[in-house]
């Protein structure tokens, strides 16, 4: 049990006054930066990266560890509170998030995204401390066939269960394609629908889409019907407490840990982040509240669908920490960001950096654990504080939103033309909301579209053009097998849906006509 005993060795440091004092002011930082819309958990660290040159080695990563799992946290603030999830990570929590805070229980929301963050977060550095020799093994599995595979998965997967309609989920998913096509190909350098303006060889940007298709086509949405609604966002009501009842426990809890299930193995492999276990986490969530006829789930907004989403995020930013200090392997961008400060440090993450540098891997291990539970003590009590947010009148809220989400796009390169995307995007989000398209789909194309695409040339550059090379592994075939048994199920359940609507309509024309 050599890991015990080290990782006590590491609680031994990180538990020094000075250390407990770069957590805490690392959580309310990355928690304050990652609320604001358009900046987000990777730009909280990449903000804050020069503060911590200053301090020793020790300290600067134990901080940028709470920045980090704060950002994250305050990613799904701004989306639950917002519509505006400051990350691509926090889109999934966001759809039952915002959800319930309209509906009045934005604290509840809130705290149950405190909640999953703690416990799919501690548990993925649980299992990063005493099986990171087992993560090693795991990312080795994964070529390009395996990483094509699963984007496939969850193209085809989230574009069937999330949408009431399979043709509105394709119609999406293509959408979100078209706009990761834009910009340079880079395998072959080829210019992609940029018409010729060098403004769009770097592509449109994830930031740019994410605030446009959520935070802009929002405000016109609620703009095209403010005549219809009241002037403020309903107030909090007695439901308003961020803390779980017993009877949330029961609905929550079963969702924290196929959340977290999801999210622990995505971490170690680099294929896009913790995208695709949030939106995988929401779709089983989706289907299963489909199973027992859940009335919340799409209207008032689910416990289950904020608790599922926000382990997986945090399970898998857990384990993505893991294969960054065992492997070298950075799985996110915030990950790639800490390669860049441990190189400034004159370390390279790998197997060689738990022997080279122990005494810093196992403080910044046990820092994950104690961070954690300071976000948990931090922001539980003060979910009630940020859901006050809502009592604000909806003119002057949205109008704010409005500003800051664009101040965040100009924020990103500081041009002009990412305001005019960004606007055109809101106008093309508004018209989805207007025709009942779901947003997901379009997201988690322009997100994994690119990582889908390299993989598959990739895997036909080694088999010479032969596709067989895309079924030839155990792990490819297993995911094109449950990609067919899901959308087979997904087919058969939205065919009993349009029947029993059929029978309803029908059962309620008969009765009109009976004297």
């Known amino acids: 049990m050599d890991q015990l005993s080290n990782l006590m060795e590491g609680f031994a440091v990180a538990f020094t006054p000075s250390n407990l004092l770069f957590l805490v002011i690392g959580a309310v930082l990355g928690?304050?930066?990652?609320?604001?819309?358009?900046?987000?958990?990777?730009?909280?660290?990449?903000?804050?990266?020069?503060?911590?040159?200053?301090?020793?080695?020790?300290?600067?990563?134990?901080?940028?560890?709470s920045i980090y799992f704060g950002g994250l946290f305050g990613d799904s603030t701004s989306g639950i509170l917002l519509n505006t999830p400051g990350n691509s990570s926090a889109i999934a929590t966001t759809f039952e998030g915002h959800r319930m805070a309209k509906d009045g229980r934005a604290a509840k929301a809130l705290g149950t995204s405190a909640i999953g963050a703690f416990i799919g977060g501690t548990i993925a550095c649980i299992l990063v401390v005493f099986f990171s020799p087992y993560i090693v093994e795991l990312a080795k599995v994964f070529g390009p066939a395996e990483y094509f595979a699963l984007a496939v998965f969850a193209f085809v997967a989230i574009s069937a269960v999330v949408a009431d309609s399979i043709v509105r989920g394709l119609v999406a998913l293509g959408l979100g394609f078209a706009l990761a096509l834009v910009g340079i190909d880079g395998m072959s350098g080829a210019e992609r629908f940029t018409l010729g303006s060098p403004i769009l060889f770097d592509g449109i940007s994830i930031i740019v889409i994410t605030v446009g298709l959520l935070a802009v086509g929002e405000v016109l949405h609620v703009a095209s019907h403010a005549r219809r609604v009241d002037a403020r966002v309903r107030p909090l009501n007695h439901?308003?407490?961020?803390?779980?009842?017993?009877?949330?426990?029961?609905?929550?809890?079963?969702?924290?840990?196929?959340?977290?299930?999801?999210?622990?193995?995505?971490?170690?492999?680099?294929?896009?982040?913790?995208?695709?276990?949030?939106?995988?986490?929401?779709?089983?969530?989706?289907?299963?509240?489909?199973?027992?006829?859940?009335?919340?789930?799409?209207?008032?907004?689910?416990?289950?669908?904020?608790?599922?989403?926000?382990?997986?995020?945090?399970?898998?930013?857990?384990?993505?920490?893991?294969?960054?200090?065992?492997?070298?392997?950075?799985?996110?961008?915030?990950?790639?960001?800490?390669?860049?400060?441990?190189?400034?440090?004159?370390?390279?993450?790998?197997?060689?950096?738990?022997?080279?540098?122990?005494?810093?891997?196992?403080?910044?291990?046990?820092?994950?654990?104690?961070?954690?539970?300071?976000?948990?003590?931090?922001?539980?009590?003060?979910?009630?504080?940020?859901?006050?947010?809502?009592l604000v009148p909806r003119h002057y809220l949205y109008a704010g939103i409005t500003v800051?989400?664009?101040?965040?796009?100009?924020?990103?390169?500081?041009?002009?033309?990412?305001?005019?995307?960004?606007?055109?995007?809101?106008?093309?989000?508004?018209?989805?909301?207007?025709?009942?398209i779901p947003l997901a789909p379009v997201l988690i194309a322009a997100i994994l579209g690119p990582v889908a695409e390299t993989q598959l040339r990739r895997a036909l550059a080694v088999s010479e053009g032969d596709p067989s090379i895309l079924v030839a592994g155990p792990v490819p075939i297993i995911l094109y097998t449950l990609l067919a048994l899901t959308v087979a199920l997904s087919v058969t359940q939205h065919i009993r849906h349009a029947r029993r609507h059929r029978a309803a309509a029908v059962s309620a024309r008969e009765s009109t006509l009976v004297p």
Do not use: C
Not at 376 to 388: C, E, G, R
């Open 404 to 436: 800051v989400a664009m101040l965040g796009v100009y924020a990103i390169a500081s041009r002009v033309v990412d305001l005019w995307m960004a606007l055109g995007i809101g106008i093309l989000g508004f018209a989805m909301r207007h025709f009942s």
């Open 239 to 390: 439901q308003g407490s961020p803390y779980l009842t017993r009877a949330d426990w029961r609905k929550a809890l079963p969702a924290f840990l196929r959340g977290t299930a999801y999210g622990i193995p995505f971490g170690a492999i680099p294929v896009g982040g913790s995208e695709v276990p949030t939106f995988l986490a929401y779709g089983t969530e989706k289907r299963l509240a489909k199973r027992r006829r859940d009335p919340d789930f799409g209207s008032r907004g689910a416990i289950q669908g904020v608790a599922g989403p926000e382990a997986a995020g945090n399970a898998t930013a857990g384990t993505a920490m893991g294969a960054l200090l065992a492997l070298g392997l950075p799985t996110s961008a915030t990950a790639a960001m800490m390669i860049a400060a441990f190189q400034q440090y004159g370390m390279q993450p790998g197997p060689l950096l738990f022997e080279r540098s122990a005494d810093l891997v196992w403080p910044l291990m046990a820092s994950f654990f104690i961070g954690l539970v300071i976000l948990l003590i931090i922001n539980l009590p003060f979910a009630s504080v940020w859901a006050k947010l809502l």
């Open 31 to 65: 928690t304050a930066v990652g609320v604001l819309p358009g900046l987000g958990s990777a730009m909280a660290v990449a903000l804050l990266l020069p503060v911590t040159f200053s301090l020793d080695p020790t300290g600067a990563f134990i901080m940028f560890a």
